[in-house]
């Protein structure tokens, strides 16, 4: 009883125990890193590398972080499955677990595990806080203009599109009370990437979630290759266009639902 208590104790005030899953493919040059400086910026959080198979090793050297803590945790995943597929692996393990909050963070060091703090303090009051790259005080740096033009675009249309009140609607660096995922349809998301991260946006703002953002510090990684591909940004623009569509024809259905949209 006394071990039982001893855990529920453990966490960030007022938002509770919180479970930071790191998605990872080939990550072996900044897994450790990454792992590290979460550990130093937020040392009362529990760490989770969902590994997918990674060639390179990452699985090995995340097992050995995980040997030599025992607030890091691996979850190895048979196969490269993507991101979405493994948030949402990593969202089940830690409701399994009965975690209150849970933060998506990227393992190449473009989101600053030195912002945390910040974001889970605004959990307090929130049911999702976005760590926003557009929002007033967020810095972007080395990022050459095509992409900084791609991503303020980006996110101008899934803004449009969907009614979102959010300024950076793809940005992957988040925190998640388990209210809110308690709240969105998860079962029903299928994309991945840039739409993963949409998609769960606006699942959140037509359930009513509190949302809030928090202006970040984004860098470009400094090693390992990007995940990021035309692939991807086409599949998010055609998931957005087709939402807003889906959401525009339900509102001119629904009165009640114009609240909502946009």
């Known amino acids: 009883m006394g071990v039982v208590a001893d855990r529920r104790t453990v966490g960030h005030p007022g938002v509770g125990r919180v479970l930071v899953v790191i998605p990872t493919y080939n990550e072996a040059d900044n897994v450790d890193r990454i792992v590290a400086r979460v550990r130093e910026a937020a040392p009362a959080v529990d760490v ?6 990674s060639p390179d090793g990452t699985g ?3 097992d050995g972080l995980a040997g030599a803590d025992p607030h890091v945790h691996v979850l190895h995943r048979p196969g490269k499955g993507g991101l979405g597929a493994a948030y949402l692996a990593g969202f089940a393990w830690a409701r399994q677990r009965g975690y209150d909050a849970v933060v998506e963070m990227d393992a190449d060091g473009s989101h600053a595990p030195e912002d945390l703090p910040a974001l889970l303090d605004a959990a307090r009051d929130a049911d ?6 557009w ?3 967020a810095r972007v740096l080395n990022w050459p203009l095509r992409r900084l033009l791609l991503s303020r675009a980006g996110n101008l249309y899934a803004r449009l599109a969907l009614g979102v009140p959010v300024s950076d609607a793809t940005g992957g660096y988040r925190v998640y009370r388990a209210a809110a995922l308690d709240a969105i349809d998860l079962a029903s ?5 840039y739409a993963f991260q949409v ?3 606006r699942l959140a703002h037509r359930a009513g979630v509190r949302m809030v953002e928090v202006p970040i510090t984004f860098a470009e990684r400094e090693h390992g290759d990007s995940k990021m591909s035309p692939l991807i940004v086409a599949e998010a623009l055609w998931r ?3 939402w807003g569509l889906r959401d525009r024809r339900a509102a001119a259905r629904r009165p ?5 949209w946009p």
């Open 135 to 137: 929002t007033r005080g």
């Open 240 to 242: 957005i266009t087709t």
């Open 189 to 193: 998301v299928r994309s991945q990437g």
């Open 128 to 133: 999702m806080v976005i760590g926003s790259r």
């Open 60 to 62: 090995a050297i995340a």
């Open 48 to 53: 989770l590398v969902a590994d997918d198979n």
């Open 199 to 201: 998609e769960l946006s």
């Open 256 to 260: 009640d639902a114009l609240a909502r």
